[in-house]
C-alpha cells in the first residue's frame, strides 16, 4: 500500500552482452516471485514476448508517449508471464533525431513514466547500445543501472564507457547509482575467468549468479517466451530464477522507488490526469 516502484535501467553501450535477454527473463522471473511488474523497451526491435500478435490493435506505445505526450497508461500491455510491458515500434528508430528538437529532451521518459510509479513494484528499461539521447532517457528515469557484462575481452574496454554514460547522466539524474553487474553468456573458459577476477574488483556491485551460455536462452524469444516459460527446469531458467532472487534480496526493504520530489510530480501528474478525463 502506497509503495512506489523502482526504476531499473538495464544498459551496457556494448552491444551482444545480452541486455534484452536479461531485461526479458529477469523481468519474468522477479514477477514469477509475485512482484509487480513492467517493462519497456528503447530498442527498435519489435519482437518482445509474443508482442507481435499483442501489436495489431495497439495504438499507443513508447515512441508516441515520447514525441507525442500520449498517456503511458494506453501503452500497456498485459502479457500472460506475470510481467506487463509497454508496446515499442519501428518507429522508435527515428526518434533519437525528433527528440532534439523537443523540450527537456533528456528528461521526457522520465516525466511519461511518472503515472506508472504506484502501479508496480519494479519497472525495467531496455536500452540500446549506444550513447544516444534514448540510452541517456533511459538512465535519467530510472533510480539505478544494472549492466550485463559478457564474459569476454571487449566487454572490459567497454566499462569505461559505462561509467562515462553513468557521468553523463548524472548531470541530469543526481540519484543515479549501479544496481549492479551480472555476468551472461559464462563458460568454463579461461577467458572467462580472467574477464569475472577483473570484473570481481568492483565488490559488491557485481551478482554472485552467472548466465551460462545456453542454445535454450537463444531459442526462447523464436517462441516468444522467456526462459521459465519456454524451459523452466532448464540452467537458463535456473540461472534468471535465482538471479531474481539475488535482486529481490539486495532490494529487501527498499522502498524508495523515485525520489520524493519526483512522487510528488507523480501525484501531481495522476491528480491533474484524472481531472482532465474527469474521473
Not at 5 to 25: E, L, M, S
Not at 31 to 37: C, M, N, Q, Y
Not at 182 to 187: A, D, E, L, N, R
Request: proline letters at 4%; aromatic letters at 10%; hydrophobic letters at 40%.
Amino acid at each position: 500500500e502506497g509503495k512506489m516502484a523502482k526504476v531499473i535501467a538495464i544498459a551496457n553501450q556494448k552491444g551482444g552482452t545480452g541486455k534484452t535477454t536479461t531485461c526479458v527473463n529477469l523481468s519474468s522471473c522477479v514477477a514469477a516471485l509475485g512482484k509487480r511488474f513492467s517493462w519497456l523497451t528503447l530498442t527498435r526491435r519489435q519482437y518482445h514476448l509474443g508482442l507481435r500478435r499483442c501489436k495489431k490493435g495497439q495504438q499507443s506505445n513508447i515512441y508516441t508517449c515520447l514525441i507525442n505526450d500520449d498517456d503511458v497508461r494506453q501503452a500497456i500491455v498485459h502479457t500472460k508471464f506475470n510481467a506487463d510491458l509497454i508496446a515499442s515500434n519501428t518507429q522508435l528508430a527515428g526518434a533519437v533525431v525528433e527528440l532534439v528538437e523537443l523540450p527537456r529532451r533528456e528528461n521526457r521518459l522520465r516525466s511519461i513514466l511518472a503515472p506508472l510509479i504506484p502501479l508496480y513494484d519494479y519497472v525495467f528499461i531496455d536500452c540500446p547500445p549506444s550513447l544516444d539521447l534514448l540510452t541517456v532517457n533511459g538512465l535519467c528515469a530510472c533510480d539505478t543501472v544494472l549492466i550485463p557484462i559478457q564474459c569476454e575481452y571487449y566487454a572490459l574496454e567497454g566499462l569505461s564507457d559505462d561509467e562515462y554514460l553513468k557521468d553523463r547522466a548524472q548531470k541530469y539524474n543526481h540519484y543515479l547509482d549501479i544496481e549492479g553487474m551480472v555476468f551472461t553468456m559464462y563458460s568454463a573458459f579461461n577467458l572467462t575467468m580472467q574477464v569475472v577476477a577483473q570484473v570481481k574488483d568492483y565488490g559488491n556491485k557485481v551478482y554472485k549468479t552467472v548466465v551460462p551460455r545456453t542454445v535454450r536462452l537463444s531459442e526462447a524469444p523464436s517462441f516468444g517466451m522467456p526462459i521459465n516459460f519456454y524451459e523452466p527446469n532448464g540452467k537458463g531458467s535456473e540461472a534468471y530464477m535465482a538471479m531474481a532472487r539475488e535482486f529481490l534480496e539486495n532490494n529487501g526493504g527498499n522502498d524508495l522507488g523515485f525520489p520524493v520530489w519526483e512522487r510528488e510530480v507523480c501525484e501531481w501528474q495522476n491528480a491533474n490526469w484524472a481531472l482532465g478525463k474527469g474521473l
